[in-house]
């Protein structure tokens, strides 16, 4: 299977916010499988559509993805519908957003509303390192990064960084 390549910032498409998936048919299966794929090589623990270039909203995730340990979810159309309480998310890192890591408010616990890839309806009331994943995960289908949440001075760190790299490689 063929890997997708993950977009970083600053590309703009990671600014596009997702549209609904209407049609849940082989291809979108396919591209699900891929996903899941790159998100374990990369390695990561999240990947959404919109990073891979796909403006449809779905995400998959594995807090645990150890080759034996291995327990993926596959999110399509997901809401947060409630969110309570406040986390500080210790050294968060993006595969869009490459070595950068940064401290990140999230909520302590969030309920989420999605279908799963058969097209069921799926509640996933979930707290700590799962809530801040689904954040972090919902918030690349609205076009938006963790860099994003954090003080313009930091996110400067960052940007000044890779501007100077785009400027070295001559583009
Ligand atoms: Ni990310």
Known sequence: MSLL???TYPDDFLK????????????????????????????????AAVQVGLDQSLLVYDICPQENDRQLH????????????EI?????GCLSVPEF?????????VLVEAVDRDGNPLRLEVEGMQAIVLQHEIDHLQGTLFIDHISALKR????????????????
């Open 5 to 7: 390549d993950i977009l």
């Open 16 to 47: 596009t916010a997702a549209k609904p998936v209407e049609n849940i048919d082989g291809r979108l299966q396919t591209f699900i499988d891929r996903m899941a794929e790159t998100m374990y090589q990369a390695p990561g623990v999240g990947l």
């Open 74 to 85: 596959v999110l399509i159309n997901p809401k947060i519908i409630a969110a309570e309480g």
């Open 88 to 92: 500080l998310s210790e050294d968060e």
């Open 101 to 109: 890591r940064a401290n990140v408010k999230r909520a302590q616990s």
């Open 156 to 171: 400067q760190m960052y940007t000044r960084r890779v501007k100077k790299q785009l400027k070295y490689q001559g583009s």
